[in-house]
Structures are given as C-alpha cells and as structure tokens.
C-alpha cells in the first residue's frame, strides 16, 4: 500500500511535466500505474537531454483481473505481438530522447485502433545521463461483430453488420466480412488490411462488395478496391507511393426516407414523376508518387497521373418508355451526371504544422484523442488532355484549408473551408460545378459540470450542370425530425447545433454520459423561399473502451419551430451527432475539397 501511494505521489508530480503521457484521463493512467508496478520501473522527471538506455513493452490482454469481466475470453484472443508494437516506436537505444518523437509514437500507436489504452512515458535508468522509455498497450477485443448504425423514428438509414477479426494473430492485419443495409438496398462483401505488408514499410487494402435490392435480392450491383501504398508512417520519412484501383457499378436512387423521388420535366405541362435512378459505372486508376519534407511545419508534395472513367444511363425503374422524347431529354439533362473520360496527370501539395494536443470527452468520454493544431493546407489539380487520349480538355481543380487551436486549457477551435470546382476550356459558363463548405466549430474548457461544444456549416452549390440532392434531418444533425426531412436539389445548406455534455461517469471500465442539445438548420434554394427548422432534446452516450474507443447515443428530440406541432423523435446510432474531430470526420465517405464532413 505504502509503495502503490509513493508511485502515485510519483506520478503526480511527473504527469504535468510530461506532455507525452497520457494528459489527463485516470483510465489510461491507471494502466500505466499497473505497468510501472509489474516492472519495477520508476517515472524519471527530467528526461531531457539524456541517452536513452532501453525501450520496455507492457502489453495487457483485453481483460484484466482487477476488473469486474471475467478474463477467460483472454485464451481465443492473441495479444499483440510484441515486434507490432516495438516497430512503431520511433525512439530506439542510443538514441537522445526526444517529447515530440515519443508523442508521434503514441500518435502512430493510436491510429492502429487495435489498443484501448495507449502511454509512452520515460522511466529511470541505472545511469543517471540515461533514460528508458516505458510503452503501455491494453488490447482491444479484436474478434467481434461490429456494428455502425443510424436509426430516427424507427426508420433504419443504415445499418452495418462486420464480423471483424482486426488483429489477426496479434499481427496487427484487419480481416472482414460485412453487411450493409440502405433503405433500398443491402450489399455484401469483404474487406482485407495489411498495414505492414509482408513486415515491410507498405500497406494493402482491397474490398469487394456485392449489391442487391431488398424488394426482390436481385443483382444490383458491386464495388470494388485495392490499394498498394508506402504512406507516410512517421513525420521524417522522405518518400512514399500510392497504387490504387477503384471500380464501381451500381445503380443510383435519390430518395427520400426510403421513398424515390420523382423528376418532373419543366418543358411539359404534364407531372411525369419520373424515377430518380439510373446506372452508374466509374473506373479509377491512379498512381502517385509522394515526398514530405520538414520538422515543425511539414510539406508534402504528390505527383502522378490516372485515368478517370464514368458512364451513365437511365435505369429500367425510371421508365423512360412510357414518356415522351422531351421530357426523357429533360431527364437525361437535370438528372444524370455527365459522363468522363479523363486521363491526366495529377499534383497534390499540402502543408501543416506538426503541432498535437491530447484531448479527452471530445468523441468519447475518459480516453486520449489526438488532435493535430495549428493550420493545414491543400490543393489538388487534375488537368484532362485530349492529347493524352481523354475525350475533353477540363481543369478539376480541390482544396481545404482548415485552422485549429486549443484555448483555456482543453478547449478546442477549429476553422475550415474546402470547395472544388472544374475549369471548361471555350466555353460560355467556364467555371462549373461549384460546391464549397465553410465550417466553424469547437468545445469550451472542461468546467466542473462538464462542457458545450457548437458546429456550423454551410454548404454552398453553384453552377451543377447535375444539381446534387441536398438533404437535412434526423440522419445528419436535425435531431428533432426524422432522416431527409427537407431536400432540395443543387440547394445551399445551413446547419448549427450546440450541445452541453457532462464528464464521463467511469464505473469501472464503463464509461456513461448525457448531453441536452439545440439543433437548427436550413435549405436555401436560389429561387423561392427558404426552410428553416430547429428543435432541442436530451441524450445518453456510452464508451465500452474493450470494444471502441468511439461513444454510441441515443438522443430524443422535440421540434421548437411550429412546423409539425408537438411531436418526439428517436434516434440511436454509433459516434457522436456533432462531430469535432478528424478521427471522426474520416468515418464519413463524403469530403469537400478533401475535407470530409457530415453529408
């Protein structure tokens, strides 16, 4: 007991010096104490400017005997081996220690998202010039059937089902095999990661998924991926590459909570109501190879060339044949995409600092999450030549540019904005399909009772030779009305929410939450009137760390705006309603610019 007092004393002390362990949640920092226990090792102070003796791994299993869970489940679960872990510390003997290397380490060690709990903290060495670093992993359960679902009201927008081994042999390798279910449609297939191929500096992803329709299981369509890749493993590493092969066919149906809406012909006199939906064929291949430069500010430059091929047609649920030739003109004008044949040569330049915060209770509640501060930057061109063999000349040109900063403490800022748009060489309208997304968000310093955060958006959409299906609702953000609530095609979008979420209550290894929210937002055609909607709630939110580090909610909220008259809705879906960080903006497939966000 005496010795369990003076380590935590120990750790007391050391922890605001150390801006490499974990900052702040008493989970982690219990596994380090354990660690510490189980090794002899002592927290050394003043690291700085020492030699560092040894590196020593401390991996837990998922279950631990001090907890209420049995262990048993240990037995069919392979830890993670100890070479997965040592290859990604960036720090070896001999080497003079260094914070910022050692948090990159933590950093890299995280986005395996194999570990619930993740610390890097110096520990003495026999010499007192010297240092020896401590790495303290706990495994998350690898083997298990993931679930990512969005339901409002009853109505199921999306439902995920994945058994997922995600560390296979401990190897640190993802294997899948998976469910989708869409209002219209359910697809199946499976995915494979190697991070380390072959335990080598490259990674391979490849996805196959087969589609079909839920009214009658016929073929529907299918998707497919691979991706070779030497990424960027750490912030001083020179080179890399990127290969990738993506193929899609698939049918397309705008819709609304489960309903396909219909296009009616502005020519016509007559309500044709024409199905949205039609085929979609997309052919990516592209390859790049990449060099980052820099220390405290890091550069990245990307250069390559690909072949971008798309055909589109209407589907046999349109029903083209039963109306007349003008309004299937029309269909085919203000309905189906334009089709690409591109080959180009492609440049990507990005710029960031290499500036870090370890927050906690922004996604989840009681475990670290790593944020990158400071601004970044990126822009990317894509120039179509017909000399290259590609049907037409055109500039696609996207970017972002996006400013966060910690304040008060933990609180946390963020600014940003991202648009694309494409360049028609000779033509009248020369600019043409515009979109650009302006975002602020942020949460204020942990108080006593807990703290707010506040996101707002604004979508913007000009000059769509296809104008997009803008949609807002109890599936992405207006959680007082049920998924799709409004549309509007080619439309501008405003959406805000404010939230208060308490501290986490941690019992055990459970860790509970509630928040009180005000959600508002609105379509803004550029002919006719807008629609506003707004409404407020109470939620629960819930991290189990053995499984995810993300939170599953369950919010109700109340229309506030006269709309619908008195009324409840339900929501219950994986991840938090207000996104605030990059880790969670990257769960969503949609980016403007390269800045991904709630579609």
């Known amino acids: 007991m005496r010795r369990l007092f003076a380590l935590a004393l120990v750790c007391g002390l050391v922890a605001p010096a150390n801006a490499q362990a974990p900052a ?3 989970y982690e920092w ?3 104490f354990k660690a510490l226990l189980s090794t002899g090792l002592i927290l050394d102070a003043r690291p700085d400017g020492k030699r560092i003796a040894f590196v020593r791994i401390h991996r837990f299993p998922v279950f631990v005997k001090d907890e209420p869970l049995p262990t048993f489940p240990n037995a069919v679960h392979f830890t993670t081996a100890e070479d997965v872990v040592r290859r990604e510390v960036l720090l070896e003997p001999g080497d003079i220690f260094d914070r910022e290397r050692l948090a990159e380490t933590a950093r890299n060690l995280r986005e395996l998202h194999i570990f619930s709990v993740v610390a890097c903290v110096p520990v003495r060495a026999e010499k007192a010039n010297e240092v020896g670093l401590l790495v303290v992993t706990r495994d998350l359960w690898s083997l298990r059937l993931e679930t990512r679902f969005q339901t409002t009201d009853g109505f199921i927008d999306q439902l995920r089902v994945q058994l997922t081994e995600r560390n296979l042999f401990g190897r640190n390798k993802r294997a899948s095999l998976r469910f989708d279910l869409l209002p219209l449609t359910f697809s199946t297939g499976a995915i494979y990661v190697d991070p380390r191929l072959a335990g080598e500096s490259l ?3 490849t996805s196959a998924d087969v589609i079909f329709t839920r009214a009658d299981a016929a073929h529907d369509g299918v998707k497919l991926l691979f991706d070779l890749a030497r990424p960027f493993y750490d912030l001083r590493q020179p080179w890399g590459f990127d290969l990738q092969l993506e193929y899609d066919d698939v049918v397309t149906r705008q819709v609304q909570q489960g309903k396909v809406l219909g296009y009616d012909a502005p020519e016509t006199t007559e309500v044709e109501a024409i199905p949205r939906v039609f085929s979609d064929r997309l052919l990516i291949v592209q390859g790049t190879a990449d060099m980052q430069r820099g220390e405290s500010v890091i550069a990245r430059l990307s250069l390559g060339a690909g072949y971008l091929g798309r ?15 003008v309004a299937g003109a029309a269909f085919a004008r203000d309905v189906l ?5 591109w080959v ?7 710029v960031f600092a290499a500036r870090y915060r370890t927050y906690t209770n922004l996604s989840g509640f009681g475990l670290s999450e790593d944020v990158r501060l400071g601004p970044s930057v990126s822009f990317t061109a894509r120039q179509s030549l017909r000399a290259l063999g590609a049907d037409e000349d055109t500039l696609s040109v996207q970017g972002y540019a996006t400013w966060r900063e910690d304040w008060a403490g933990d609180g946390l800022i963020e600014a940003a904005f991202g648009g694309r748009a494409r360049l028609r060489y000779g033509r009248p309208s020369n ?3 515009r979109t650009g997304l302006l975002r602020a968000r942020g949460a204020t310093p942990t108080l006593g009772f807990g703290r707010f955060v506040a996101r707002a958006d604004w979508l913007l959409n000009r000059d769509h030779l296809t104008p997009p299906l803008v949609t807002l609702g109890g599936d992405n953000g207006l959680r007082a009305y049920g998924s799709q609530a409004i549309y509007g095609f080619g439309v501008d979008r405003i959406r805000t929410n404010i939230e208060y979420r308490t501290p986490p209550f941690v019992y055990s290894f459970l860790h509970l939450g509630a928040v009180a929210f005000f959600d508002a937002g609105g379509l803004l055609p550029r002919e006719g009137a807008a629609i506003w909607r707004h409404g407020a709630g109470l939620g629960l939110r819930m991290v189990v760390p053995q499984a995810s580090r993300f939170a599953y909610r369950l919010d109700l909220g109340v229309p506030t705006d006269g709309s619908t008259g008195f009324a409840v809705s339900l929501s219950f879906e994986t991840g938090q309603a207000v996104p605030l960080t990059p880790a969670e903006d990257a769960l969503y497939e949609e980016s403007v610019g390269g800045l991904f966000n709630q579609p």
């Open 24 to 26: 702040g949640p008493q």
């Open 30 to 32: 219990q596994q380090v």
């Open 203 to 205: 990674r391979l992803l």
């Open 311 to 325: 055909t589109v047609e209407a589907h046999d649920e349109a029903r083209l044949e039963a109306v007349d030739a």
């Open 337 to 341: 995409p334009s089709e690409l044949h």
């Open 344 to 350: 180009y040569p492609v440049m990507t330049f990005s």
């Open 431 to 433: 600019w043409i399909d």
